[in-house]
């Protein structure tokens, strides 16, 4: 009875401990990754701002575009946002001696690093679900969304009663758009041709996608053609009358990138016979990539939290300690994007992929157990000793 109450007045102080750094931990990666998210946000959705101004894309359709790029950027960010958040609170945690006084209590590196384990494991899990389903999902909807807006342009390019000048020459003027998408009181004066200038007006217009590209379908008008070289003018009326312009937009849709497959998908690109070799070696690379780059959110939980557990205390501060765990951290970020290009040549590379997530998780997991920063002072002040005698 006696025992048990023991182990339940150290487990329980370890519990409000733990919960008292995830904590903090957690509400720094989120004030971390929202506001680099919405800087990234900022950066990527000036590539939008043109068609907002200048085509006049509804505000909606400009928001919906730039929230679908956001879970491949929180991908990126999640990594480097847990990594600031641990360092910050740790390091904070030490420069309070609040740390000092749970080291001092008898606590061990581990159970310390436990609320950044935990984090760590959270946000792995959630970043294999981001890769795995939100991020081709999200992919998807953008390219179609994307091919909407490039070949649904009337509303967007042309706007009532303005000219609107098109590349070779063609001129196009609305009078108004209709609810049903066509438009009525529609102008065109084409000078694409050097020697002939054709008009045509007509009391209604609609853009018609079609295999061969877009096409303007016209109802209730007239043609009218000059031709500058012997000035002969024709001029005929019509009930439909339909004309190429491949200029105002409309495009086919893009073959399926390799950010909206499955991991299946891209694991087994092997057996998919339309695929170029280079093709499937991207694929099988992007594969992989989705079931390890997931676990640097615990990587680099651990690397931020290990040096500063396991050194010993300065009351200078720890900026060496803080500086090499940022060194560490660049340089495993940059193995990854360096091994990931070299494997999408020659797939030989792969492991070395899965070894520079796996070695520095398995070194700070060895620090956090047995890795003892008393140990080795004691040695050295033992060497001096003897030195002396």
Not at 287 to 292: A, E, K, P, Y
Not at 365 to 379: S, V
Request: charged letters at 20%; proline letters at 4%; one cysteine or more.
């Amino acid at each position: 009875m006696f025992e048990s109450e023991k182990i339940i007045a150290i487990i329980a102080p370890m519990k409000i401990l733990n919960t008292y750094i995830f904590k903090q931990i957690f509400v720094g990666f989120l004030l971390i990754a929202f506001s680099l998210l919405a800087m990234l946000w900022l950066t990527q959705s000036l590539k939008f701002v043109e068609m907002v101004t200048r085509q006049g894309l509804p505000v909606y359709l400009f928001a919906e575009m730039t929230s679908l790029l956001m879970p491949r950027i929180f991908n990126v960010l999640s990594p480097i946002a847990v990594f600031v958040a641990v360092l910050f609170v740790y390091n904070r945690l030490i420069a309070d001696r609040e740390l000092i006084v749970m080291q001092s209590a008898g606590i061990t590196p581990l159970q310390n690093a436990k609320a950044a384990l935990i984090i760590g494991v959270v946000m792995s899990l959630f970043n294999i679900y981001v890769m795995d389903y939100g991020i081709p999902q999200a992919e998807r909807a953008f390219r179609d969304l994307e091919w909407r807006v490039k070949n649904n342009i009337t509303q967007m390019i042309f706007r009532e009663g303005e000219f609107t000048p098109l590349k070779n020459g063609i001129t196009i003027f609305i009078d108004k758009h209709e609810n049903d998408g066509s438009v009525s009181g529609i102008f065109v004066s084409d000078e694409s041709k050097p020697n002939i200038k054709v008009t045509l007006t007509a009391e209604k217009g609609r853009l018609v996608q079609t295999k061969n590209g877009p096409r303007i379908l016209f109802i209730n008008g007239v043609r009218q053609e000059i031709d500058k070289t012997n000035y002969k003018f024709n001029t005929l009326a019509f009930s439909r009358y339909s004309a190429e312009f491949n200029n105002v937009g409309g495009s086919q849709k893009k073959d399926e990138s390799v950010r909206e497959k499955s991991i299946t998908e891209l694991l087994n690109s092997a057996n998919d016979p339309t695929l170029s070799p280079q093709d499937v070696r991207k694929n099988i690379v992007e594969g992989h990539r989705r079931l390890i780059y997931p676990f640097y959110n615990l990587v680099f939980a651990l690397i931020a939290c290990c040096g500063l557990l396991t050194c010993t205390f300065n009351r200078r501060g720890h900026a060496k300690i803080v500086a090499i765990e940022v060194f560490f951290m660049i340089l495993i970020s940059g193995a990854d994007l360096a091994l990931t290009n070299l494997a999408s040549k020659t797939l030989y590379i792969l492991p070395l992929l899965y070894a520079n997530c796996v070695i520095p998780l398995v070194i700070c997991i060895y620090m956090l157990l047995f890795y003892n920063p008393f140990y080795f002072h004691h040695r050295e002040r033992i060497e001096v000793t003897k030195n002396e005698i």
